[in-house]
T-cell receptor, first 115, second 112 residues
Framework: KAGVTQTPRYLIKTRGQQVTLSCSPI?????VSWYQQTPGQGLQFLFE???????NKGNFPGRFSGRQFSNSRSEMNVSTLELGDSALYLC??????????????FGEGSRLTVL | DQQVKQNSPSLSVQEGRISILNCDYT??????FLWYKKYPAEGPTFLIS?????DKNEDGRFTVFLNKSAKHLSLHIVPSQPGDSAVYFC???????????FGTGTRLQVFP
């Protein structure tokens, strides 16, 4: 079956702009979570969604937001981009939040560069 | 506050020998501990996990040990192979959530 699909894979923005990243989970998966990977901070949790409801939010400013649609697809948005937002943004999906630990699958990520 | 720590940024091991990657945590409420393998520009790939009620879990060449009193876990890879060369992340998960707290990673290099 198809894996977690993230679009776009690469994008370049300038400071002050906003960006929207998309994640299509594995078919049948209802839980989606987002992570940011940077060289300095490693992998950090952003959000967790299940059945269109945000269940958890990481320690990020309000410029970072997300949502999940009825078909379980998810988007995250970053407004007023800063240089420090340059990162690999990873999406992960699972059948149910907090379910079988081996059933959480990651996409290949969206590489955002802010100039 | 770094709840999950990997104090060794890199490790170099000869092919065929054992690789031991270490991880420490501070939150005793974590429910599961996981190890992921990651290549650049790719998502992490799940390797092995251990429940907080166990002290050992084995899957082929990979074994994870959990020492709850020391809040320490380790991943053993035996025998190490050149294809194991990657960055390994330790992660922890609380109850009833997909939220993972990751360590900073250890880059493993297995040389012939």
């Amino acid at each position: 079956k198809a894996g977690v699909t993230q679009t776009p894979r690469y994008l370049i923005k300038t400071r002050g702009q906003q960006v929207t990243l998309s994640c299509s989970p594995i078919s049948g998966h209802r839980s989606v979570s987002w992570y940011q990977q940077t060289p300095g901070q490693g992998l950090q949790f952003l959000f967790e969604y299940f059945s269109e409801t945000q269940r958890n939010k990481g320690n990020f400013p309000g410029r970072f937001s997300g949502r999940q649609f009825s078909n379980s697809r998810s988007e995250m948005n970053v407004s007023t981009l800063e240089l420090g937002d340059s990162a690999l943004y990873l999406c992960a999906s699972s059948l149910v939040s907090g379910g079988d630990i081996g059933e959480l699958f990651f996409g290949e990520g969206s590489r955002l560069t802010v100039l | 506050d770094q709840q999950v720590k990997q104090n060794s940024p890199s490790l170099s091991v000869q092919e065929g020998r054992i690789s031991i990657l270490n991880c420490d945590y501070t939150n005793s409420m974590f429910d599961y501990f996981l190890w992921y393998k990651k290549y650049p520009a790719e998502g992490p790939t799940f390797l092995i996990s251990i429940s907080s009620i166990k002290d050992k879990n084995e899957d082929g060449r990979f074994t994870v040990f959990l020492n709850k009193s020391a809040k320490h876990l380790s991943l053993h890879i035996v025998p190490s192979q050149p294809g194991d060369s990657a960055v390994y992340f330790c992660a922890a998960r609380g109850y009833n959530t997909d939220k993972l707290i990751f360590g900073t990673g250890t880059r493993l290099q297995v040389f012939p």
